[in-house]
Every structure is written in C-alpha cells, then in structure tokens.
C-alpha cells in the first residue's frame, strides 16, 4: 500500500465536519476491506441510477461488475461515484439536534475504465469474490469463457477518494443540555455472519466447506 | 398506505432479472420500514455527491434532513436518486458466475422539496427521529427555533420508485453445475442492536430508558 496521503481535490477536500474527515491514505483501505456492498452513482440520461453492488480492490483500483446488458454499466459511462458505508451504530444525544450515526464511509470519483484484457479480468473477478466469499474462487466452478464475456469488468481509480469516520459519544456532554438529567451515549449496530443454509436441493452429504462455516459469528465489518 | 401499483416509468420499469422487481406499492413501505440509513445521490456542478444519511417518511414523502451550510443540499437542488438497501445475506453458488447477494432495495427519483413551513418541518424531523430510534423525540430536547433553522429539511415524493428483492438459494440446482458435488446456500447476514453504551461523561444514576435498553438484541432489518 502506498505511503501517502489521500487527495484533496475541490470536492474531496473536507469542508464541514472536518473533525470526521481522514487523510490517510491506509484509512481509504480500512474502509474498503471492512465494507461488502458498495452504491455506485452512474449519470444516465434518465437521471442518476444508484445502484448497490460488491467489489473487490487492489493497491490503485475498486473493481465492481454486472451485467453487460446492464443499462447502469453501459460502454460509454461518464465519471462514477462510488460510495462504502458502514453503520456502526447510533449517537444519541440529550437534543434531538445533536443526534447522530457512527459510521465509516468513503466516496471514490473516476471515470471507469472497462477491462477487457482477459486476464485482467479474471484477476477482478477474482479480486471481487474473494472480497465478499474468501475462499470461493478456489472452491466453485470459475468462469467460462462465454459467462466472461457476459460481464463487464470496471475498474474504478482510487486516486481521487474521501473518507469520513465517526465514532464515540454524543458531543453534548459540555452542553447545557447536559443538565438535563437525560441518558445519552451510543447504540451500537452489530453485523455478524449467520450460520450457512444449504440449498434445499442439495444432497445431505455434502458439508459446507471450512471457509464458509467458519465465517458463521464472525463480525461482517471488523475493524 | 395506498392500494395502489409501483410507478413503471422508463426509468422505474424493470427490465433486467424481472423476477426481482416488485410491482406492489406495500413493498416499497417494507423496504422504507426495515432500512435505517439511505444513500443520496445529488449531481452538483463538480460531480455525483452520494450521501449516507437518515431518513423517514409518510404515506407520500420521504423525508432527508442536513445543514443548511451542506454543500449537497444547496437550495437549488436538481432531481436527486434516493436508495435504501438492506443486505440479507450472500447467495453461494456452485460457480463464481450465479454466485450475488440476497437483498432487499428501493430507488425513489424525485425532486426534492424544500420544507419551510414550522410545522410541517418540525413533523418531518420529527418522523426522521422516530424512523431511527422510536422514543427519542419525546425523551429529549426538541429543536430550537435557532436549531431549526440550521437543519435543512427535503421532502421527496414517492411517487417514482423502483423496488428490488432476492432471497433464497441460488439459482444453478438444476444446472449441470449440481453433478460437482459442491456445497451451495446462503450464508445470512444478521444485523442486531447491540447493548446501549453510556456516554462516559454521564452520572452513574442515571439509566437508559426503556425504549432504548429494550432494542438489544432485536434484528436492525426485520421482515
């Protein structure tokens, strides 16, 4: 991971809140690794689409696929905006005006780049079901030569991201409001992996493998 | 609720995986009842600014809320795309191709409105109050009228929206991927209220109240 620092550009840079702004570069990272679906803002000519979807990333890009006949990942897309949040819980304060979410986000803006290199590709599709499923791409049967060319592969770059976190207490502990006499703190938000359930069809005998049953309990978005 | 249809405009229309479109407006309340937190998306002159944010709604609107001082709810704001997704869970299945997510989702296009009137505004917020954590607008401090006007509050029609689901097993049992003797199934995703943290700067004596403590434990999303 490079040693470096987010951009800044006139829409990245934090304006407000600034407080819940980062700027290290590793925080984008902790954000994309403990995340697992992503809202991608595609303008069209019918308006915005947003559409909720996986991805996977490596040091420079976010990967995120479809559908070839997608109308939201149409060969000619504009610039994208790609979003990640995880909600870690609520903020409650002693006012209805200082409540708040706990949350870690990022919003990425590039203009996507469709890979069409074969091997490339491949090396995305992997990248992204092995961000939402480790262990999967080894497991399950991978891609065909016709279902590649079924998907479009975008890959998104990372150069130009924000990122937002906040954690903690209310902020109104050093308020009059604190007078109040009223409870105030955090509600936190836990999201854990269930146990697997096998598909109805399948025959008794055979066992979820072990990096799916040894998923179940374990927090979806560690910190 | 209005007995009524879904809008199926050409944007609202759904026209890939049809079977995950939902036609029945009851749909789109399940949805805007089992979310918490929405993603917005307003095109600004540098860009798609996509925001996570709290939200709530009544029979016709869904209501936003934010700083005046936001730049992405200025008072000029074109038509934004609001989106609410909940992730139930990852569909596991015998090739990396039909592996995706079982999810429950809205898209509502509208051009939001911004709420002047006092009281109409103070019944909106309220109604985001409430979505979020039930109890609290009568627990604690109500917005000042300075408060009140540093809050921004967008009503957003309903009337254009798409809805999408998909549960249940994948879909390749009957594909000659079955004769693998592969494991396939879901793997659930579950989402609970943890147990309420005291704000650390708060007196011993005093406890959270009922509203609050009762939520432990209880699923974030039901059905």
Do not use: C
């Amino acid at each position: 991971m490079p040693d470096r620092e987010l951009s800044a550009t006139a829409r990245t840079k934090h304006k407000r809140l600034r407080d819940q702004g980062r700027t290290d570069w590793a925080e984008l990272f902790a954000v994309l690794r403990a995340g697992l679906v992503a809202h991608l803002a595609v303008p069209t000519e019918q308006g915005v689409m947003v559409i909720p979807t996986v991805y996977g990333f490596d040091d420079e890009h976010d990967y995120v696929h479809g559908s070839v006949a997608s109308r939201s990942l149409a060969a000619d897309m504009p610039e994208v905006t790609l979003t990640v949040t995880i909600v870690d819980g609520l903020v409650l304060a002693r006012s209805v005006f200082e409540h708040g979410v706990n949350y870690r986000s990022l919003m990425i803006y590039a203009a996507p780049r469709i890979v069409d290199d074969p091997e490339e590709k491949l090396a995305g599709l992997r990248l992204v079901a092995e961000h939402i499923a480790p262990g999967q791409w080894d497991y399950v049967r991978r891609p065909s030569r016709k279902e590649l060319a079924a998907t479009r592969l975008l890959a998104l770059s990372l150069a130009e991201a924000s990122v937002k976190v906040r954690a903690g207490p209310p902020d109104d502990s050093d308020s009059p409001d604190a007078t109040l006499g009223l409870w105030a703190g955090e509600l936190p938000l836990e999201t854990r992996w269930g146990s697997p359930v096998p598909d109805p069809a399948l025959p008794d005998v055979i066992a979820p493998p072990a990096h799916i049953s040894a998923r179940a309990g374990n927090e979806v978005h560690p910190r």
